[in-house]
């Protein structure tokens, strides 16, 4: 399988930073699957953002939760993360990843984003 994310690299503060994931290779909907997005910034590790289930129940690290918004198109084989309200804490480099009992699986490259006005 193959993940790759898109999405603009540059993004104002207080805007809403958007990514989309493209798998190929398996579909999104197999059973036992998750789909994540995780991101790492300078002097951070590495930061679970949420996830989509290959059923299309989300679920989102708690203190982005009321920001974070992941959602799933089946017919094109993505899944998309939105995050709100971004501020340059949010830069960072942003990965997909495909979850399987508990384990990040498989990766995209990762895309970095920066917020700056």
């Known amino acids: 399988v193959q993940l790759q994310e898109s999405g603009p690299g540059l993004v104002k503060p207080s805007q809403t930073l958007s990514l989309t994931c493209t798998v190929s290779?398996?579909?999104?909907?197999?059973?036992?699957?998750?789909w994540s997005w995780v991101r790492q910034s300078p002097g951070k590790g590495l930061e679970w953002i949420g996830t989509?289930?290959?059923?299309?129940?989300?679920a989102y690290r708690p203190i982005l939760k009321s920001r974070t918004s992941i959602s799933r198109d089946t017919t094109k084989n993505q899944f998309t993360l939105q995050l709100r309200s971004v501020t340059p804490e949010d830069t960072a480099i942003y990965y997909c990843?495909?979850?399987?009992?508990?384990?990040?699986?498989?990766w995209g490259q990762g895309t970095q984003v920066t917020v700056s006005s």
């Open positions: 990843t495909r979850d399987r009992d508990y384990a990040f699986v498989s």
């Open positions: 290779g398996d579909s999104i909907t197999i059973e036992g699957d998750w």
């Open positions: 989509v289930s290959y059923s299309g129940a989300p």
